[in-house]
């Protein structure tokens, strides 16, 4: 049973959870029900939340809550929004809402994961688009400064893959 005002906990049980995390008000809504929840409670709305990440961070108010939990600092919370994002990395980060989310995720991936989603973007067939895309541009530049790679390497790769 969640620890959220009732008519929240009448709409998880008859709305997706989805549904109310995009909706304009309900995302807010959801944060604060993440706010006062604890326990079992709290981790099943993260859960539910970090499981759909990759919906969630293409909507205009989804990626708050997806950026709202990765703020919590709950390292599974984060490899598992990590997980549901790989492999879209390149492609996405040219959208506004998307960036948010992968520069987030940069800053708090462990090593292992920041060096995945480096990868990814590194190896992409799209990698001078990404340069020149607003949003892209700044996912580059967050993981070039997360990154443990000299420039020069990566210049030397980016050589490579264009």
Same mark, same amino acid.
């Given at each position: 049973?969640?620890?959220?005002?009732?008519? %929240?906990?009448?709409?998880?049980?008859?709305?997706?959870?989805? @549904?109310?995390?995009?909706?304009?008000?309900?995302?807010?809504?959801?944060?604060?029900?993440? =706010?006062? &929840?604890?326990?079992?409670?709290?981790?099943?709305? +993260?859960?539910?939340?970090?499981?759909?990440?990759?919906?969630?961070?293409? =909507?205009?108010?989804?990626?708050?809550?997806?950026? *709202?939990?990765?703020?919590?600092?709950?390292?599974?919370?984060?490899? @598992?929004?990590?997980?549901?994002?790989?492999?879209?990395?390149?492609? $996405?980060?040219?959208?506004?809402?998307?960036?948010?989310?992968?520069?987030?995720?940069?800053?708090?991936?462990?090593? @292992?994961?920041?060096?995945?989603?480096?990868? @990814?973007? %590194?190896?992409?067939?799209?990698?001078?688009?990404?340069?020149? =895309?607003? *949003?892209?541009?700044? +996912? +580059?530049?967050?993981? $070039?400064? %997360? &990154?443990? %790679? =000299?420039? &020069?390497?990566? +210049?030397?790769?980016?050589?490579?893959?264009?």
């Amino acid at each position: 049973m969640l620890v959220c005002h009732p008519a %929240v906990h009448f709409c998880c049980c008859f709305i997706s959870l989805r @549904e109310i995390a995009t909706h304009q008000h309900g995302g807010c809504v959801l944060q604060h029900c993440i =706010d006062i &929840s604890s326990g079992v409670q709290q981790q099943w709305l +993260v859960a539910e939340i970090a499981s759909n990440a990759l919906v969630l961070s293409q =909507d205009p108010f989804g990626n708050y809550v997806v950026q *709202y939990i990765l703020d919590m600092a709950m390292p599974w919370a984060a490899i @598992e929004v990590i997980a549901r994002l790989e492999g879209t990395f390149s492609c $996405l980060s040219m959208q506004k809402f998307n960036s948010n989310v992968f520069e987030k995720c940069l800053k708090l991936a462990g090593e @292992e994961s920041k060096s995945c989603i480096i990868q @990814e973007l %590194v190896a992409s067939y799209c990698l001078g688009q990404l340069l020149q =895309d607003p *949003y892209a541009n700044d +996912v +580059v530049q967050s993981a $070039l400064t %997360v &990154s443990k %790679v =000299d420039l &020069s390497t990566f +210049v030397n790769l980016f050589q490579v893959a264009t």
